[in-house]
């Protein structure tokens, strides 16, 4: 890719050509390579190499057009100017984007260093390997059926004629495992496990092997359970699967869009217990794919959401602060119109609990480590859920694994009804968070 001040060279000569006063440029390219394997054997193995650049021309009326391409050289970008040139007479003449006005504000000073791509042998081996001591560690695991390493090196930018200038180039790399299991007169189990880091060399993949033996083992003795409420302990994961699904409670641009639980007024009100506090933190040490700026050119930062159950901020791109009479927050994605999307979670405890609850003692009490089916069990509108999910029944320590459930609720209710903000954190490619504990929620068995 040509330097970002060789793109700002050529796009400002190309749009004083064209008698172009005002436009923005945001790109990216993607190396990828992934690997499958299968029985020992490479399943697919895949190497992209993937470029999109976004170009935005506000005309005399204030306008704007908006195009595609995937040239960044001086013909490619030339092209989509004039494209998004003509394309602006078409413009919407209400909520017109504009440039943020943070668009030139300093970028937070990161340490990061990306890592060299791997060789392709050296993912295969590392994933054959792999899939062969989950395959190994115990007789009724036949088959590890979805697996895959992939690494990926991204150079994104972003411009404007404003004199904006932005560009980072990030590098990571992931590892999945998912087992299935046959025993004579038993249902198939299943579990999986999943690491991310910057490069392969700095996933540990036997940590990765361990989990997904682990929870597969924990699985083969299960059984059913009655219908009916239970005290439900949410893994991080699990907990910020339901968080992401439920997002328009603090997504502005779905505030406006009237999709959301939240209107304008809802900030400042509580709509948690005290107990928890969540901050969307892009610049997390432990966000492997960290952005130091959004696609309008926003700088990201540590933001609060909840503070000890209080709603205090909403997620804002340019537009949507502009709007509501608020600052962007960083979390915008640009394209033919701009969205609002979370970076990285970070969930931990508000306000101490007074209760100390704990696994080890606690009785009947209903683990769930993972929701499924997410995009058909969800009404975010509504605020109801109703999600097959993996778990297990838990009496004083010990865990047996549930047959088939499901658990349905209310996530406003849900959050209300929080009795503890575990203290110990797991990481997960979403997001930090620990477990959390909900007083009831209405389980149901397989009939």
């Given at each position: 890719m040509p330097t970002l001040q060789e793109i700002a060279a050529y796009a400002q000569d190309s749009a004083q050509k064209q008698g172009i006063h005002k436009y923005d440029v945001y790109g990216s390219t993607v190396d990828e390579t992934s690997v499958q394997v299968d029985q020992g054997e490479p399943k697919q193995v895949k190497a992209s190499q993937r470029a999109s650049v976004i170009v935005r021309v506000w005309n005399e009326e204030g306008l704007v057009g908006v195009t595609t391409t995937t040239d960044v050289d001086p013909n490619g970008i030339s092209l989509a100017l004039q494209t998004a040139a003509d394309a602006s007479t078409f413009g919407a003449k209400e909520h017109i984007p504009d440039f943020s006005p943070e668009a030139t504000a300093p970028l937070a000073a990161v340490d990061y260093e990306t890592v060299p791509a791997s060789d392709v042998q050296d993912l295969i081996k590392t994933l054959v390997d792999a899939e062969k001591a989950v395959l190994e560690a115990h007789p009724?695991?036949?088959?590890?059926?979805?697996?895959?390493?992939?690494?990926?090196?991204?150079?994104?930018?972003?411009?404007?004629?404003?004199?904006?200038?932005?560009?980072?180039?990030?590098?990571?790399?992931?590892?999945?495992?998912?087992?299935?299991?046959?025993?004579?007169?038993?249902?198939?189990?299943?579990?999986?496990?999943?690491?991310?880091?910057?490069?392969?060399?700095?996933?540990?993949?036997?940590?990765?092997?361990?989990?997904?033996?682990?929870?597969?083992?924990?699985?083969?003795?299960?059984?059913?359970?009655?219908?009916?409420?239970?005290?439900?302990?949410?893994?991080?994961?699990?907990?910020?699967?339901?968080?992401?699904?439920?997002?328009?409670?603090?997504?502005?641009?779905?505030?406006?869009?009237?999709?959301?639980?939240?209107?304008?007024?809802?900030?400042?009100?509580?709509?948690?217990?005290?107990?928890?506090?969540?901050?969307?933190?892009?610049?997390?040490?432990?966000?492997?794919?960290?952005?130091?700026?959004?696609?309008?050119?926003?700088?990201?930062?540590?933001?609060?959401?909840?503070?000890?159950?209080?709603?205090?901020?909403?997620?804002?791109?340019?537009?949507?602060?502009?709007?509501?009479?608020?600052?962007?927050?960083?979390?915008?994605?640009?394209?033919?119109?701009?969205s609002v999307d979370a970076n990285f979670y970070h969930v931990m405890a508000g306000q101490p609990s007074d209760q100390a609850l704990s696994l080890e003692t606690a009785e009947n009490v209903i683990f769930i480590d993972d929701v499924q089916a997410l995009h058909a069990g969800v009404n975010a509108l509504q605020g109801s859920f109703s999600l097959p999910f993996d778990g297990w029944l838990v009496n004083q320590g010990e865990k047996v694994s549930i047959d088939s459930a499901t658990v349905a609720g209310d996530f406003r209710e849900l959050l209300k009804s929080i009795v503890q903000v575990e203290a110990e954190s797991e990481i997960t490619p979403g997001g930090i968070c620990p477990r959390i504990w909900v007083e009831s929620l209405s389980i149901t068995g397989e009939a």
């Open positions: 009724a695991i036949v088959s590890v059926p979805y697996n895959g390493i992939a690494q990926r090196q991204i150079d994104r930018f972003y411009l404007n004629s404003a004199g904006a200038q932005r560009r980072e180039e990030r590098s990571y790399a992931s590892l999945y495992l998912y087992s299935k299991t046959e025993q004579e007169g038993k249902k198939p189990r299943s579990a999986g496990a999943m690491r991310v880091e910057r490069g392969l060399p700095q996933i540990d993949v036997e940590a990765c092997i361990q989990e997904t033996v682990e929870k597969t083992r924990s699985h083969l003795d299960y059984r059913s359970i009655d219908s009916g409420k239970y005290p439900v302990v949410f893994s991080a994961e699990a907990f910020l699967s339901l968080l992401n699904a439920f997002s328009n409670l603090f997504n502005a641009q779905s505030i406006l869009d009237n999709r959301s639980l939240s209107t304008a007024e809802s900030l400042g009100t509580q709509i948690a217990v005290p107990l928890l506090t969540v901050f969307d933190d892009a610049l997390h040490p432990e966000n492997v794919s960290a952005d130091t700026f959004d696609g309008e050119g926003t700088p990201t930062r540590r933001l609060p959401i909840i503070e000890n159950g209080v709603l205090s901020n909403f997620l804002h791109s340019a537009g949507t602060a502009k709007r509501m009479g608020a600052q962007p927050t960083g979390h915008a994605s640009i394209g033919a119109k701009v």
